[in-house]
């Protein structure tokens, strides 16, 4: 008994981080489980039997695949803008003194703190006034907005971190502002805005709230499974929910992988 308490106690962490893991991987393990049910009614919510036919056609439903592609859409180009203004904004900040440059610091988080329903209200009274049609831009400018934050948050982390005299060194080596910044400063800031993209992609994917504000007729995936769970939750959604948490846990070991491999080779 007491040798168990000491290895509890020594362990503690290590349960807890597994323990916290499986809470957190569980729902997603609900979610591959049912994928594979053949519900009787329209609910999937209890198992019925075993049935692959849901992934054999997983745009079975209507509206669903499409709902899907505008999402992909809207978050690819909400990443790109998003990483492009946050990146420059994080090398301005950390780089250059400025007025403001404090103020400016502090706003960069209000998006964060900001509740997401004081924000949608916000931008469609704004899109209002403006005399802007809710739709795909609307939506677009919005998620551009509220992901710039995070970019912004990640990448000057990163710049923070990074030795300033790497960049002198390939000075004093006769590189020009140009090629320093692509082919020293950029590599070291790659992960950090890497990480802003990713984030970036997945808050606008994932934004329900705000795109509900700001989407007029238009309707995004996760508008379709909120409309969706009203009269019947389809097969089909814990399919496209299961296939992109597999593609998102296969990016995350392919990037640790890189990297470990990265390590070894830096390694004499």
């Not at 180009?77 to 440059?101: D, E, H, N, P, Q």
């Not at 900001?114 to 802007?132: I, R």
């Not at 809710?134 to 990163?158: D, E, N, P």
């Not at 089909?236 to 299961?242: A, H, K, L, R, S």
């Amino acid at each position: 008994m007491r040798q168990s308490t000491q290895w509890i106690r020594r362990n503690l962490v290590v349960i807890a981080g597994v323990f916290t893991l499986a809470y957190l991987i569980l729902p997603n393990i609900v979610v591959m489980v049912f994928s594979f049910n053949k519900p009787a009614g329209r609910f999937n919510y209890s198992w019925q039997e075993f049935s692959t036919d849901a992934w054999k056609d997983p745009c079975g439903v209507a509206d669903l695949c499409g709902s899907l592609s505008l999402s992909l859409q809207i978050a690819f180009w909400a990443t790109v803008g998003a990483t492009v203004l946050g990146s420059m904004i994080a090398f301005a900040l950390v780089r250059y003194r400025f007025r403001a440059r404090g103020a400016i610091n502090s706003l960069i988080f209000l998006p964060m703190a900001m509740p997401e329903v004081v924000m949608a209200a916000s931008l469609l009274t704004l899109f209002l006034n403006l005399g802007a049609e809710l739709g795909f831009w609307t939506i677009l400018i919005a998620h551009t907005m509220f992901c710039l934050s995070f970019v912004v948050v990640a990448v000057k982390a990163r710049v923070m971190s990074m030795d300033p005299r790497l960049e002198e060194a390939a000075r004093d080596l006769y590189a020009g502002p140009v090629q320093t910044f692509v082919r020293v400063t950029l590599p070291i800031a790659a992960p950090g805005i890497a990480a802003g993209a990713l984030l970036a992609f997945a808050l606008s994917f994932d934004d329900f709230i705000i795109t509900n504000f700001n989407s007029g007729n238009t309707v995004t995936f996760p508008m379709f499974v909120w409309g969706s769970a009203q009269r019947g939750t389809p097969v089909q959604i814990n399919v496209i929910g299961t296939a992109m948490f597999a593609i998102a846990v296969l990016i995350v070991v392919a990037g640790q992988l890189i990297s470990n491999r990265r390590k070894k080779s830096a390694q004499p």
